[in-house]
């Protein structure tokens, strides 16, 4: 029998079209533009708890999700917690968004171990990003967490598109960021999701220019991207992190950052994100 033929590297096998790519997201069980509205106001950082509240109500499953994670022994501080105002005292509103938002990758990726790291993981990234940026003083947190809790969204089309006998099964030679990023690009844009987040969504491999001016939209999810290491929540599928790895420079300046003062930031920071992702996955 004949070996079979692997492309190298330089000749990527052809992507699925853009209707068949689409057709996955769908089958996923995504309510589409609903779904990315409702992240958007998750992620908006001027979002009132007036707002928030009615968010939440309007779907029972996330309100569970959020008493869940308010009663859980990370967060619990004795007495239950029984309604939403309660879970946000408890929790903190950045908590209650994440939490909340998480909910809907959730119901897509389903409750297997890898659909459990899957949401584990993109809650850390947006979790970390949206506070990168606020220690940079930058007004733009709903849109790091945005782009960080679904950076990885053309994963969940990709395992789709395999099931569904689209694209090859078979594991590449090595990691392929191009295809899941080319996926979400193409869900995202039919979504209407801003051009800057998607933008970010599919960057968030990529090295940094040569000529050094990086978007800090971009920089925060690459930086939390690393920084999912530190909070026990990265995610294989997505390119395993090796233990040493750094920042760019690029990167950290792009957000007013130097090693040091990533090493300070980072502790603290992975510590939260890893709380919430333990009290998400309980």
């Not at 220690?135 to 969204?153: K, R, T």
């Not at 295809?179 to 051009?195: C, E, G, M």
């Not at 790895?245 to 502790?267: I, K, M, Q, T, V």
């Amino acid at each position: 029998m004949p070996l079979r033929q692997i492309p190298p590297p330089s000749m990527p096998a052809a992507l699925p079209s853009d209707e068949q790519i689409l057709v996955a997201a769908r089958s996923l069980g995504v309510v589409g533009r609903a779904q990315a509205t409702l992240w958007r106001e998750l992620s908006d950082p001027e979002v009132d708890m007036r707002r928030l509240h009615r968010v939440i109500r309007e779907d029972p499953g996330i309100a569970a999700r959020v008493l869940k994670v308010a009663n859980c022994a990370f967060y619990r501080r004795g007495g239950q917690v029984a309604t939403i105002e309660q879970a946000i005292v408890v929790l903190g509103l950045d908590a209650v968004r994440g939490i909340a938002a998480s909910a809907g990758l959730d119901r897509i990726a389903g409750r297997s171990e890898q659909g459990t790291a899957f949401v584990g993981h993109s809650v850390v990234v947006g979790s970390v990003a949206r506070e990168a940026v606020g220690a940079a003083g930058l007004s733009i947190g709903g849109e790091a967490f945005l782009a960080g809790l679904l950076h990885d969204f053309g994963l969940l089309v990709e395992w789709r598109l395999i099931a569904q006998g689209v694209v090859d099964s078979d594991p590449p030679a090595r990691h392929d960021s191009l295809r899941h990023t080319h996926y979400a690009k193409v869900v995202l844009d039919a979504w209407n999701i801003p051009a800057q987040v998607v933008a970010a969504v599919v960057a968030h491999h990529d090295q940094p220019p040569a000529d050094g001016v990086v978007d800090s939209l971009t920089a925060s999810v690459r930086l939390a991207h690393i920084a999912a290491l530190a909070a026990d929540a990265t995610l294989d599928a997505d390119g395993p992190l090796a233990a040493d790895d750094e920042p760019s420079a690029a990167d950290l300046a792009a957000l007013g950052l130097n090693p040091e003062s990533w090493r300070e930031f980072l502790p603290d920071t992975a510590a939260r994100a890893r709380r919430l992702r333990v009290g998400i996955q309980s």
